[in-house]
């Protein structure tokens, strides 16, 4: 994942800071399972703050909600185990076993 995300001149590198690419470097001498976790915090930061609010404002969005129609009002009522009395539920209880 570093030789391809992180490093320097990687084939899809993304845009972390220096300081970030640094660490993750660091850790991955002695690999753990968050050793990427301030990339990923750093990336999650850029979509929110940049990358999404302009794609919000752009021609592209703004014609994919043309397209679809309106959001429904209605609200779907939930099928799961909804029972009418106590005895219901202990007699069905059965198809569940």
């Known amino acids: 994942m ?4 992180i490093d320097t001149e990687a084939p899809k590198e993304i845009n972390i800071d220096f300081s970030t690419k640094t660490a993750i470097k660091q850790n991955i001498l002695k690999p753990t399972h ?8 750093k990336v999650y930061s850029l979509m929110k703050k940049d990358c999404y609010p302009r794609f919000l404002k752009s021609d592209m969005y703004f014609n994919l909600t043309k397209t679809l ?4 009002m209605s609200r779907r009522r939930s099928r799961s185990c909804v029972f009418n009395d106590r005895s219901e539920a202990e007699t069905e209880l059965g198809i569940w076993l």
């Open 2 to 5: 570093y030789a391809v995300y």
């Open 34 to 41: 968050s050793c990427f976790e301030a990339a990923q915090s």
């Open 69 to 72: 129609p309106p959001p429904s």
